[in-house]
Every structure is written in structure tokens, then in C-alpha cells.
């Protein structure tokens, strides 16, 4: 009856004695490896799977541990030579007394699952779109890893790493683009680590490289070599993308025992290298958890400061070297946190747009900004433009016009005297979209600017069907005019395509009387910097206008 069961079932099942030499297989593992019947009987189990498994593997699949071991990954070698995967479960049989007598080896099939989409076979344990082990099989690796590390007294690194500002390509490019980029990140990962080590995809953007190391220097290397194989362009749809990735670096045993404790922190670093700009590697340290509670914090407070009436709005003028008067205004938020004092939007902006709380907050600035613009026209001083930067929750927002109309009627401001910014990362992602969008703003008369130009991903080709009245010259470009020619050669190249484009040009960041002299020579006329003036609370501001006689 024994026997009519292990022929009927379509598990592959592997019995041997206590030695490991095969005493039974049943016709599912002959099936599964390509021996023929018979042919296995008596021979040494362990040539199955020596050379293809880590070291020790099969010494501890035929040791007395007292419980059923489950792999999920296991090497085994296939009768015409090649390498198969599949899961693998391993049960001594003992006698009365407790000592095993021998192991029964039962050989999952479901560990190939057939993908009914594709048809094609998935690998339990690999991610599906990149075919790096997934976070499952990692963990099993690095628990197979840190036993063996545990008895040589050696030690592990985890690298844990994300992707920076992949949510913003993914917005820009489009899902399936991510995805490319995702499968290429993968296989420049896969290039750069040694056979001993182990890269995995976590989830998204989130990918893990496991290594024995004998130095923490070790660990270092791999980080660099990491760092650097992304820092070559990737080409994507026929863009160039750069990406960077952020890495939380955990070690065994100092940093934590079992891999759990060694991903956990390995993303606080990680978070701890992205919050300090990204592109680049951290070592996790005990008050990493600490700044990890404070984040939520900060969450928590943004919440509160938008009740309690906490954010400012700051103005810094754009003007017009022709006349020398302010011509308009960008309207920059500002924090005033009454435990922290003043926190620039640098370090709240990023987790409002996280949580979602951006969409609020730009509510916020749009009607601010729209009263105290109309106030200054009351108030008799010549009007000026006012831009408020739109994040890109904000813009995809399906009630992103009511808002703005609501702020417009509710303040009694003239449209034409607001002009909505945008960065280029905003506009890409489903073009014929992002246009319609844009013309029903311009179809309000308001006005429409292009942030930080030169610093995205939108092609030249799209610029001309924008319906955008303004380009603004990043800073980058301006900063650098006097030392670096290229540069200079980029800002001229962005006055002209302007001109050409019969857009308005603003130039940010002119902080230097030679930045204002080579974009005024340039034909560059509205200048916003630190030459001129800082952001201003309204009422320093207001001092700088011109009121007519
Ligand atoms: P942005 O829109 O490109 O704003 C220009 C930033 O450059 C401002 O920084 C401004 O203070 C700074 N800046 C101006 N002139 C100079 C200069 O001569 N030298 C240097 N080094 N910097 C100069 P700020 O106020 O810290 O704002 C940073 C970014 O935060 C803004 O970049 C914008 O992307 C975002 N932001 C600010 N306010 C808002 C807002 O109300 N809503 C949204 N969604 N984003 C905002
Ligand atoms: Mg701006
Ligand atoms: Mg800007």
C-alpha cells in the first residue's frame, strides 16, 4: 500500500539510509531528475547536490538535527548535467530510541508554479520580473549563511538599497519603463557580486546583496562597486535615466543575529543615507532607530501644523533687470515650528508628498498666495505675478482646477496674475495628458511655468506642445557660468530656445553680480537670487514694491 502511494503521488520523494546512500526514489523523482529506474539505487545521495548548494549543505541535510528541515531553494543535479531549483524538505526516520535511521527527502513540485499568464514556469523563491532571488529565498540564504558564519566565527554583511527617486522616474517614464529599469538594475547587480554573494530583489525599488566578509572594508567594497555599477547612464525608451542608489549597510553579528534583525537595519540606514540626499552608503547604528521614530514624528506634526495655522509663506522677488523693479514673486513655504523654529520645505516637502499631505498643503499656498497678492494690489503698490510651486500629487489631482478656480474667485485675484510651477518630472509620464491638463490651466489665464529646467527627462521634441508661458533656468546652470563653459554654453542654449519658443525665461539662483551680468548680456531680463533678495516675509517683501504716484 506503502508503495502504490509513492508511485501515485507527483511529489518527488528520495529515501536513503542514515549514510545518505539511496535506498528508494519513487517515479515522480526519477521523472524529475531523468535517471532511469533503478538507476539510483545505492548510489551516495549527496552527489545529487554537492557542488551546486552552499558548502556545508549536504552535511547538514544528513545530520541529526531533531525537527523536518524545509529549503526553499535547493540545487540539484539533473541526469543530462544541468542544475535544476526546486524546494526540498528533509525528515529523519528514527527508531525507538530517537536515533535516525534514515532520511526521507521529499522534493516539492510545487515549487515550479506555472505562471498561467505566460506560460512560462516561475521559480518559487525568484522575483518574477528581475529573476534575482526574492526576499523569502534571501532569507533563507542568509539564515543557511549566518549557521556557517556562526561555527568559522566569521562575519555577514547586508546591503540594503533603494533606489532613489525611482518614484519619480516611474512617474515620469511610465510603469512599464520602471519596470525596464528595475530588469537592468538587476543585471548590473547581477555582474558585480562575487559567487559567494547573494543579491535579491526585497519589493520595488528595494533590492539586498547579502556577503561574508572577514573586514568591515569588505563590505565597503561591494558598497562602492554597487554605487558605481549604476552610475553609467541606463537608456530607456529613448531617454537617458540616471539613477542612484541609497545603501543601509547591517553586519552579523554586531548589528543583529538573524536576518530579521539585520533587514530591519539595514533600512534604517538605508533611510538614514536618503534622507542625507541618497547616492550613497550608511552604516546602521543604534540612534538610527531613534531618527526613524522622529520621521513619524515629523509626520504626526505636519498634520498638526496645517490645523494649528504653522506654515508661512515667504516671497522671493523675480526682477526685471530692464527696469529694475520687481515684476513678480515665487512664494516658497516655510515651517514655523513653535518646538524647531523655522524648517525650510527641503525638510518636510519630501514626507508631505510621501504621506499625502502635499495635496493640503498646496491648498494652503495657492489660496495664501492668491489673498496676499490681491491684498498688495488693494493696497496700491503695482501688481505682480506671484508663482506657487505645484507638486506633483497636487497637479495630478483631479480637482486641481477647482482649487485654483476656488482660490482665484475667493480672493477676487485676477488670474492673469498667477502662474502656476511645475517641474518637467511632472509632465512625462502620460504626455497627451499632462497637456490637456496644463491648457485647461492656461484656459483659466493663468500663467505656467517649467521649474528647474534642464534638470529633468522631458525631450526637447514635446517642449514646443506645452502650452507653458515660462521657463526658469535652474540653478545649477546659473551657479556654475563663470568656472565652467559648458555650462554657460547650457544657460545661452536655454535663453535662446526661450526666445525661440516665444516663452518668457527666468533665470533662479543668481546669487553673484557676474551671474546677473552674463544672463542680462544673454538676453536673460527677470532674475530671481540671493543678488537680489532672499525670500522675505510678506512684510519685508512688501517694502521692495513699487507703488506708483
Ligand atoms: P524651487 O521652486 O526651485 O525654489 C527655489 C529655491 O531656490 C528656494 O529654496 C529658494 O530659496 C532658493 N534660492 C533662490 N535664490 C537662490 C540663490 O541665489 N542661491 C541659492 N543657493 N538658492 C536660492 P526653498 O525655499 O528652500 O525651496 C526649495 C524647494 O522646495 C523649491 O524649489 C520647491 O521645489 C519646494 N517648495 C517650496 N515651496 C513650496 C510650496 O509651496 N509647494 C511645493 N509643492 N513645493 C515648494
Ligand atoms: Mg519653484
Ligand atoms: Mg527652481
Not at 516637502?349 to 491648498?363: H, K, R, S
Not at 509620464?429 to 497637456?435: L, M, R, T
Request: charged share 25%; hydrophobic share 40%.
Amino acid at each position: 500500500m506503502f508503495a502504490a502511494v509513492l508511485d501515485a503521488t507527483s511529489d518527488a520523494v528520495l529515501l536513503t539510509d542514515r549514510a545518505g546512500n539511496i535506498r528508494e526514489v519513487n517515479p515522480a523523482f526519477n521523472k524529475l531528475t531523468g535517471f532511469a529506474p533503478g538507476a539510483l539505487i545505492g548510489k551516495d545521495a549527496r552527489e545529487l547536490f554537492r557542488d551546486l548548494n552552499d558548502a556545508n549543505f549536504c552535511d547538514e541535510l544528513w545530520s541529526d538535527a531533531p525537527a523536518p528541515r524545509h529549503y526553499v531553494s535547493v540545487r540539484s543535479k539533473h541526469a543530462d548535467g544541468r542544475a535544476q531549483v526546486h524546494g526540498l524538505s528533509m525528515t529523519p526516520i528514527r527508531d525507538g530510541s530517537g536515533t535516525p535511521t534514515d532520511f526521507l527527502a521529499v522534493i516539492l513540485s510545487d515549487s515550479f508554479q506555472a505562471d498561467a499568464a505566460s506560460g512560462e514556469t516561475r521559480r518559487v523563491g525568484y522575483d518574477s520580473l528581475t529573476g534575482l532571488p526574492d526576499r523569502a529565498l534571501l532569507a533563507d540564504r542568509v539564515g543557511q549563511t549566518i549557521l556557517n558564519a556562526k561555527r568559522a566565527n566569521k562575519s555577514i554583511a547586508l546591503l540594503v538599497m533603494g533606489l532613489d527617486r525611482f518614484a519619480v522616474i516611474n512617474d515620469a517614464l511610465g510603469y512599464a519603463a520602471g519596470d525596464q529599469l528595475l530588469k537592468e538594475v538587476a543585471e548590473r547587480l547581477g555582474k558585480v557580486i562575487r559567487s559567494s554573494d547573494t543579491a535579491a530583489r526585497l519589493d520595488g525599488d528595494k533590492f539586498a546583496v547579502m556577503t561574508p566578509i572577514s573586514a568591515i572594508d569588505d563590505s565597503v567594497i561591494v558598497a562602492e562597486k554597487v554605487l558605481a555599477a549604476v552610475r553609467k547612464p541606463f537608456h530607456i525608451k529613448n531617454e537617458e535615466v540616471f539613477v542612484t542608489f541609497s545603501i543601509g549597510i547591517a553586519i552579523y553579528p554586531t548589528d543583529g543575529e538573524d536576518f530579521n534583525d539585520l533587514l530591519k537595519d539595514g533600512l534604517s540606514a538605508m533611510q538614514h543615507a536618503k534622507s542625507g540626499g541618497g547616492a550613497e552608503y550608511r552604516f546602521f547604528a543604534s540612534d538610527m532607530n531613534t531618527k526613524a521614530r522622529n520621521r513619524l514624528d515629523l509626520e504626526k506634526r505636519l498634520r498638526a501644523a496645517l490645523m494649528n495655522e504653522e506654515f508661512v509663506l515667504f516671497y522671493q522677488p523675480k526682477m526685471d533687470v530692464l527696469t529694475n523693479r520687481v515684476k513678480g514673486a515665487e512664494a516658497l513655504i516655510r515651517w514655523r515650528d513653535p518646538k524647531h523654529g523655522m524648517i525650510g520645505p527641503g525638510e518636510f516637502i519630501p514626507i508631505a508628498e510621501e504621506c499625502g499631505l502635499i495635496v493640503d498643503i498646496g491648498t494652503w499656498c495657492l489660496r495664501e498666495a492668491c489673498r496676499q497678492t490681491k491684498a498688495w494690489q488693494d493696497a496700491g503698490y503695482a501688481p505682480i505675478r506671484m508663482s506657487v510651486n505645484v507638486s506633483a500629487h497636487q497637479f495630478k489631482a483631479k480637482d486641481l482646477l477647482d482649487k485654483v478656480k476656488n482660490a482665484l474667485t475667493d480672493s477676487g485675484l485676477d488670474p492673469k496674475w498667477l502662474e502656476l510651477e511645475i517641474t518637467e518630472s511632472m509632465l512625462m509620464n502620460d504626455v497627451e495628458a499632462a497637456i490637456a491638463r496644463m491648457q485647461s490651466v492656461r484656459d483659466l489665464g493663468c500663467g505656467l511655468s517649467i521649474d528647474d529646467f534642464g534638470t529633468g527627462y522631458s525631450s526637447l521634441s514635446y517642449l514646443s506642445r506645452f502650452p507653458i508661458t515660462t521657463l526658469k533656468i535652474d540653478r545649477a546652470f546659473v551657479k556654475d557660468v563663470q568656472e565652467n563653459q559648458n555650462t554657460k554654453e547650457i544657460a545661452r542654449a536655454i535663453i535662446g530656445l526661450s526666445r525661440g519658443l516665444n516663452l518668457e525665461v527666468v533665470a533662479e539662483g543668481a546669487e553673484l553680480l557676474e551671474h546677473v551680468q552674463f544672463l542680462k548680456d544673454n538676453g536673460c531680463d527677470i532674475i530671481q537670487g540671493f543678488f537680489f533678495s532672499k525670500p522675505l516675509e510678506a512684510k519685508a517683501f512688501e517694502a521692495k514694491l513699487y507703488r506708483p504716484a
